[in-house]
């Protein structure tokens, strides 16, 4: 019997990453109650007043993009930057140039939802998982 797609999950208030910045996250997942739990890594983009999120995963190599904490973008902000080998990943996650141009990060679904005067950033999560309780800063 097919499991309910699980409840959305609350990011963040979309007051907290200034406007055209980024920062990363690390979900907490679950794959099934007793097994090994997982994380899932994001990077939220706030363009103005919308958010975007791709999965912090380098499509050349794996790896995370950022080498410190929430340093995604480059110094206008117009594009997110991998530190490993200097791939350029424009606003639809596309790498523009570096060693996978042409290919381009996960994007993951996120939406804003009114929570009284706020906003706050939610992840459909995908059916089959059950994340934790709690978001947490991917600030390490
Ligand atoms: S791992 Fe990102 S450019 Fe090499």
Redesign the pocket.
């Known amino acids: 019997m097919p499991k309910p797609d699980p409840a959305p999950l609350d990011i963040c208030l979309l007051d907290e990453i200034a406007p055209n910045r980024a920062r990363g996250f690390e979900l907490p997942l679950q794959s099934a109650p007793g097994e090994a739990s997982e994380g899932l890594p994001l990077i939220i983009w706030r363009h103005g007043e919308s958010v975007k999120a791709f999965i912090n995963k ?1 499509p ?2 794996g ?1 995370p ?1 950022e080498t410190f904490p929430d340093k995604f973008l480059s110094k206008d902000g117009s594009t997110l930057i ?1 530190s ?4 350029r990943f424009n606003a639809d996650g596309a790498c523009t140039s ?3 141009q042409g290919d381009a990060l996960t994007p993951v679904d996120i939406r804003l939802e009114a929570r009284g005067p706020k906003r706050m950033i939610v992840l459909q999560r995908a059916a089959g998982h059950s994340e934790g309780q709690e978001t947490r800063n991917s600030k390490r």
């Open positions: 380098c050349h190599l790896l993009l991998c490993a080998h200097g791939a570096g060693p996978c």
